[in-house]
C-alpha cells in the first residue's frame, strides 16, 4: 500500500487536472487526467483499477476500482467532468484551488470533484480493513455533456453492487427522486420569397407560430397529469426555450426552428412522451407549402426513483438527519438503478454554486462528509 496524500493535495489536484466536457467540440476535453490520478491513487490502496474507454472515444473513461469481493457492498460514485468556465467570471484561477472566506473554489469542487477526493480519502480508510462487502469507486466521463460515460456502463452492465451513493451537491441531504428529461428540436420548412408577393413563398415563422400553439396546448394537457411523486412542480413540464427563424423583414423565411425541453415522472416513457409531443406539434402544421420535421436534441434520461423503505434510502436518512427528498436537477442515478443498484444521491457541494464561476465547497462540509463517508462504508462493506 502506498500512502495517499493529504485530502488538500487530492483535491488540488483534482481541480488542477482540467476535464471540461461540452456538447460543443470547440470546448469539449478528455477526462483522463483526473482518471489518471484516481487510477494511481487507488492502485497504491489495493484496490483492483479498470479504465474503461467511452466507445470512439480515446480520449475519454469511465474508472471502476473495486476493493473486496461479493455481491453486496457500496458503490461511490462521481463523474470527473466539469462543465466550460468563463475565465472572466472567476475572483481565482478556476484550475487553482484556492481557499477564502471559509471555501474551497475551483472549477469542479463543488460539482463534484470534491466528493472524489473525500471518497478516496474514505476509500484510504477501508483500505486497511477486512471487507466483508466490496467497496466500488466509480468515476465517470461525460456526465455534464449527454451522459455518454453512464451509458456505456448501464449497456455493458458495470458495475455491480447493492447499493450507491452518488455525490452531486445536495449540501448533505439525501435524495431519492427527481425528473427525467428530454430534448427535442421542432423544424418548419417553408420556402423563400421576396416579402411583397407572400403568395409566392411559404412563411416558416407563421407555419411556427401554428406549431407552437400546438406544443403551448400539449404543454397544458401534460400538466393535467400529476407524476403522484409529490415534486415540487408534481407534473410534466414543457419549456420552449430558443426559437431561431428567418434572416431579414423584407425575405419570406424558409425555416424557424423551435428548441423545447421535456420534464417528467418516473412513470412517464421517453420513447411515448417525445412521439406525443412531435405528433401533437406536427398537427398543429396548416400554413400552407409548410413541412414539418423533429429531431432529437438530447436522447433523454429517465427519471430518478429509489424506494423510500430500501436500506441505503434508510441508513442516509438516520447519517444525516433528513428526510431524502425530490430535486429538480437530473442525474447519472437512473442508469445506476438501472444496473440493479439502490441509490440514494447525496453529497456536500451546493447545487446553487454550481455551473457558475467562483463555484466552492465550505470548509464546514468536509468534515461531515468524512463521517458520513466512513460510516456508510462501515454499515455496508465492513458489516456482513
Ligand atoms: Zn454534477
Redesign the pocket.
Known amino acids: 500500500m502506498t500512502a495517499l496524500p493529504p485530502l488538500n493535495q487530492l483535491l488540488r489536484e483534482l481541480v488542477a487536472a482540467p476535464s471540461v466536457s461540452s456538447e460543443h467540440p470547440a470546448h469539449d476535453m478528455g477526462n483522463l487526467p483526473v482518471v489518471h490520478l484516481l487510477a494511481e491513487w487507488l492502485e497504491g490502496l489495493g484496490f483492483a483499477v479498470e479504465i474503461l474507454p467511452l466507445p470512439g472515444r480515446s480520449d475519454k473513461a469511465n474508472l471502476i476500482a473495486t476493493l473486496g469481493r461479493g455481491p453486496g457492498g457500496l458503490v461511490l460514485a462521481g463523474?470527473t467532468d466539469t462543465v466550460p468556465f468563463d475565465d472572466s467570471g472567476w475572483d481565482s484561477e478556476p484550475f487553482a484551488l484556492t481557499e477564502r472566506d471559509d471555501r474551497l473554489h475551483g472549477l469542479g469542487i463543488c460539482?463534484?470533484k470534491g466528493f472524489l477526493g473525500l471518497a478516496v480519502e474514505a476509500a484510504s480508510a477501508a483500505a486497511g480493513q477486512t471487507l466483508q462487502q466490496p467497496l466500488i469507486l466509480l468515476a465517470t466521463a461525460d456526465?455534464e455533456s449527454g451522459m455518454d460515460g453512464a451509458r456505456a456502463l448501464a449497456a455493458a452492465g458495470r458495475p455491480k453492487a447493492r447499493h450507491a451513493v452518488i455525490g452531486?451537491p445536495t449540501n448533505l441531504r439525501p435524495v431519492r427522486l427527481h425528473k427525467g428529461i428530454l430534448m427535442d428540436s421542432l423544424h418548419v420548412h417553408g420556402h423563400a420569397g421576396h416579402s411583397s408577393r407572400p403568395d409566392l413563398g411559404a412563411n416558416a415563422i407563421r407555419g411556427m407560430h401554428q406549431v407552437l400553439g400546438a406544443v403551448m396546448a400539449h404543454g397544458d394537457a401534460l400538466a393535467r397529469h400529476s407524476c403522484g411523486r409529490g415534486f415540487a412542480i408534481d407534473h410534466p413540464t414543457i419549456n420552449t426555450g430558443c426559437i431561431e427563424g428567418g434572416d431579414s423583414a423584407n425575405r419570406i423565411p424558409a425555416h424557424c426552428r423551435l428548441d423545447v425541453d421535456l420534464r417528467f415522472g418516473p412513470d412517464d416513457r421517453i420513447d411515448a412522451l417525445r412521439s406525443d409531443l412531435r405528433e401533437a406539434a406536427a398537427a398543429g402544421l396548416t400554413e400552407p407549402g409548410c413541412r414539418f420535421e423533429a429531431s432529437t436534441l438530447f436522447d433523454g434520461i429517465p427519471a430518478f426513483e429509489t424506494a423510500a423503505g430500501t436500506d441505503i434510502v434508510r441508513a442516509c436518512e438516520a447519517l444525516t438527519g433528513h428526510a431524502a427528498e425530490a430535486v429538480d436537477f437530473a442525474t447519472e442515478g437512473p442508469f445506476l438503478n438501472q444496473l440493479g443498484m439502490e441509490t440514494v444521491i447525496l453529497g456536500p457541494g451546493d447545487i446553487a454554486v454550481a455551473h457558475q464561476p467562483n463555484e466552492s465547497l465550505p470548509l464546514d462540509r468536509i468534515a461531515p462528509t468524512q463521517k458520513l463517508l466512513r460510516d456508510l462504508i462501515a454499515r455496508f462493506c465492513l458489516a456482513g
Open positions: 463523474h460539482d463534484m456526465e452531486e
